[in-house]
DNA sequence: GGACAGGTGCGGT
DNA sequence: ACCGCACCTGTC
């Protein structure tokens, strides 16, 4: 993909395969705030504000580096969406309509716990618990606040989170701060996904739908599908039989291979945004 | 007022 | 291993 790097950020020179919107939206991430002539997000100490034009994006970021590898800029998705064309109609529609999603390098810690707040929950409730768990805990960084460190979180009890509108999952984020503090590895990036998703199930409040989310979008892991609401859907879109949620995912793997997340994600985005 | 939200843990078979 | 159900909370 064509970008330059600027003194203080980075230029995107292919609107094809770059859509701030798209990346906002296709459910990866949280943190961020989506305005007509400019987007802030937040990502762990990272803070980027993206402007679209007609020909090119600029993200002003502290860190242009960094935001090179936030993005994942050194990739080529046109080659993705190529390999996911001509498998199903709904595939195509789908990379057609959400042709600039890009899967950002987000920070496992950050995953773990904001997957575990999504659980049966809405995004904009989410979004309000992240807020508040990071105003309350993150440091203030000028203008935004960091997303809290595991010692920051171990410092809060079970009632801050309940304080926080985190209801019923106050008991398994303290527990799992406890478990990432104490005797949690959460290097898994040179771990197999199937291990790697075990290792994650054995935190509380993490599922397989939870594990997958962080596989995916705090460790770059591709060969897995979530399978959320929208997800089930798409399953039975393509013709599969109802069966356990494990068994879904496990199919549209076997199905998408390597590529599993990034058609996950395309599908997931063209499903709520058409309502389908 | 019940269903729904980017499901999971838990107890009973 | 495999169900079935309860669950914080805000919104439609």
Known sequence: MRYRILKEGLEILDKSQFNIRHILECGQIFRYSLE??????????LFSRLYSYDDRDIIISDNAIEAEKYFDLARDYTLIKEHLKGRHTLLDAATDFGYGIRILYQDPVEMIISFIISANNNIPRIKGIIERLCRELGKESGGYYAFPTLGEMSSADEAFYKSIGAGYRARYLTETVKRLKNDFDVNLYGIPSDEARK?????????GKVAD??????YHKTDVFPMDTWSKK???DFGFPD???KDMAKRLVDMFGDMSGYAQQYLYYYYRENQR
């Open 199 to 207: 290792r994650l199930m054995t935190l509380l409040g993490v599922g």
């Open 243 to 245: 069966a356990p949620a």
């Open 213 to 218: 989310c962080i596989l995916l979008f705090g």
């Open 234 to 236: 798409i399953y039975f």
């Open 36 to 45: 007509k002539d400019c987007c802030k997000i937040v990502a762990k100490n």
